[in-house]
């Protein structure tokens, strides 16, 4: 080989040497934060690998559990710390906690309420901020589910409330209640539960007062513990009403909202979308359109109550 052919020819491996090696360079796997009970996580991933990721091949995901609230920060700020792309937050505190750890990291919200009045995003259309995602339009159905339990207790005078009150929206869904069982002329009996240790203490509370039937408010530590609750209302003989399908399905004896697992689908959506240069200002809030209403009929014989013909035709899942 000529010397001028030699030299010609080292140059050209020399240039295409920084293109090899690139090609050679493994690609970053993006990697998610999921805050929230194992349950969501299970459908988030589902709808993941509807749209083609499977973990540990192509996407990465971090979960931290919600149902300790006063963990929430911690876990928030470690999801942060691990620099992940994207945080899905199931639940008004937890989009909260992770409010606080971050202004940068795109937040998907997943089961919360009132995300304008909460200061979560400036508005649906124009979230404006770092958080999009999915908004469960709880407080506004309030008064809808207190109609429901009139219907089954029609001689209802006491009505037990539990809530969390460190639930940013919390606010909004007591106010509704309260506005509706005003008009029904209906005496509230309130309780507070932050954490599942609190539970008993507010059951045992109902049961003194003689609450006839219970609300119980939307919050994470409530759909987290929907076994506890469900056996609780059972024993202290309460006929009563959640947002979550997963209170039936436990032994309670109703809920009526929109399906949560059905939100935490559409995150894996919205997650897609981010990963791929979306941002989350550009991405309007979306609101559920469709609103389930279960009825556990076993609960309900057992409580002595008598579901109405027309409730039994309006409920989409009678459970036996």
Not at 61 to 74: C, F, K, M, N, Q
Not at 209 to 219: G, N, Q, S, T, Y
Not at 278 to 304: S, W, Y
Request: proline residues 7%; aromatic residues 6%; charged residues 20%.
């Amino acid at each position: 080989m000529r010397r001028r052919e030699l030299i010609v020819l080292l140059g050209a491996v020399a240039a295409l040497r920084p293109a090899v090696v690139a090609a050679q360079q493994p690609k970053r796997i993006p990697r998610i934060g999921f805050l929230g009970p194992q349950r969501r996580l299970d459908t988030f991933r589902q709808g993941l690998r509807d749209l083609g990721y499977v973990e540990g091949q192509n996407v990465v995901i971090e979960h931290r559990p919600s149902e300790r609230t006063d963990r929430l920060g911690a876990f928030a700020a470690e999801l942060v710390s691990m620099k992940v792309d994207v945080i899905v937050a199931s639940g008004s505190l937890t989009v909260r906690a992770a409010q606080q750890a971050t202004t940068t990291i795109p937040i998907v919200m997943t089961g919360s309420s009132a995300p304008v009045a909460t200061g979560f995003v400036a508005s649906l259309g124009q979230p404006g901020g770092n958080i999009t995602g999915m908004s469960l339009r709880s407080p506004e159905l309030s008064g809808k589910r207190l109609d429901f339990l009139k219907e089954i207790v029609t001689d209802l005078s006491r009505l037990a409330v539990l809530s969390n009150p460190d639930d940013p929206a919390v606010v909004f869904s007591l106010k509704e209640t309260q506005d509706a069982a005003r008009a029904f002329g209906v005496e509230l009996q309130l309780a507070e539960a932050r954490k599942p240790e609190d539970f008993e203490g507010a059951f045992a509370s109902f049961a003194a007062k003689r609450a006839e039937a219970l609300v119980i408010l939307p919050a994470s530590i409530m759909t987290a513990h929907a076994d506890q609750l469900a056996q609780l209302a059972l024993a202290t003989k309460l006929p009563a009403v959640s947002y979550f399908r997963e209170f039936p399905q436990s032994g309670g004896m109703m809920s009526y909202g929109p399906n949560l697992n059905e939100s935490a689908r559409q995150a894996a959506d919205y997650v897609d979308r981010i990963l791929k240069g979306a941002k989350p200002a550009d991405l309007p809030v979306q609101q559920p359109t469709r609103f389930e209403l279960l009825i556990n009929l076993k609960t309900a014989k057992a409580l002595g109550r008598e579901v109405p013909p027309l409730m039994l035709l309006r409920a989409d899942e009678l459970i036996e």
